[in-house]
């Protein structure tokens, strides 16, 4: 799946459907808005990790939240799970990988056919269960 990850003063966004960079400013709305427009996905990485967007993700109109990261503390990623129940936004898992070890400790399944655009759907609509691959990282239940 093309995407990339920006880094905001305000915190990280993942927009998943493009490879191509959003215009600056880079800030929350303007990212999001960018998303949006194209039709990709947004999504808060790591919300309670640093670079993460905390409870700025409430306000930021992305379209998932990333409930699962694999280089996040467990804790973290619980105030993440319980934010996207709140938020009624699907969670979505990942490795957040430095290093080939990283790959799939966690990973998002997805009910959708290998289609970008399907893709894409199936996340804004919530066909997603983020996975832990090990002992390690917990997986959360569905919001």
Known sequence: IPGVEISTPEGDILILGTMELPPKPWTVRNVVDYARKGDYVSIA??????YGLGELT?????????????????????HAQTLAHEMRLPGVAGSDAHSLQELFSVYTELQSNLDVAEIIAAIKKGRVKPVAANTSAESPARP
């Open 45 to 50: 990485a790591h919300p309670y990790r640093e």
């Open 58 to 78: 409430r306000s930021s109109g992305v379209d998932a939240i990333e409930v699962l990261n694999g280089g996040s503390p467990q804790q973290a990623n619980k």
